[in-house]
């Protein structure tokens, strides 16, 4: 089936700086994805939705000066955590639909971002 | 957003069958049915969908109540590597993003 991926899988950083996630569709064209937001013993919180060369939409609460969204191409978005705060930490996670979408969405395997 | 309810947890022995029930009383006539399922640390991992009629594939089948109000997913011989979390989800066919609920944390029992 397609494949999904991200990068990192794990990272730490230290509160303030910056963090970014890729997130890749490996064997088909991404033509809209998805990043969430999942703490632990939650269930996924959507964050936004950005369809490839648009600017991403982001749900309510969310900051979007705060959590950048960038989906340049049909095959890669990146997620960045900017200024960095202890809160922040959390496990994000990415998903894509392509052109034909068929009722299945695809999901990456989730970035675990630690802030220190 | 549409809403599903589903019981927080289940238990189930290994090679037995299991039921995981969903209710889902407001659906509309276009929503879909999504059935996708979370192991530890991992992203999730699409489990099966329909509309109305029920549906099989190599991982489940899911079973649709004629009104539509709630269905089925069952699993028909559970292992351990099946322990995890189901989401039942509501959507339609397009672009809108899946919202995800609470689900059901199922243990499986060697």
């Known amino acids: 089936g397609a494949v999904v991926s991200q990068h990192p899988s794990r990272v730490i950083c230290k509160s303030g700086t910056s963090v970014k996630i890729e997130c890749r569709s490996l064997d088909f064209q991404a033509t809209t994805m998805f990043w969430y937001r999942q703490f632990p013993k939650q269930s996924l919180m959507l964050m936004a939705t950005s369809n490839e060369g648009s600017k991403a939409t982001y749900e309510q609460g969310v900051e979007k000066d705060k959590f950048l969204i960038n989906h340049a191409s049909l095959t890669l978005s990146t997620l960045t955590v900017t200024s960095a705060h202890p809160e922040d930490s959390s496990f994000y996670i990415c998903?894509?639909?392509?052109?034909?979408?068929?009722?299945?969405?695809?999901f990456g395997e989730g970035s675990r971002l630690t802030v220190l | 957003d549409a809403k599903t309810t589903q019981p927080n947890s289940m238990e189930s022995n290994e090679e037995e069958p299991v039921h995981l029930p969903c209710n889902h009383s407001?659906?509309?006539?276009?929503?879909?049915i999504h059935w996708y399922r979370q192991l530890p640390s991992q992203g999730p991992e699409y489990v099966i969908h329909?509309?109305?009629s029920n549906v099989n594939n190599r991982m489940a089948s899911l079973a649709i109540a004629e009104d539509r109000k709630s269905s089925t997913l069952i699993l028909h011989r559970a292992t351990l590597r099946d322990a995890a979390v189901y989401y039942c989800i509501l959507g339609d066919s397009g672009n809108t993003p899946l919202v995800f609920g609470k689900g059901t944390r199922l243990s499986v029992i060697a």
């Open positions: 998903s894509a639909r392509g052109h034909h979408y068929t009722g299945e969405l695809f």
């Open positions: 407001t659906i509309s006539g276009t929503d879909y």
């Open positions: 329909g509309l109305t």
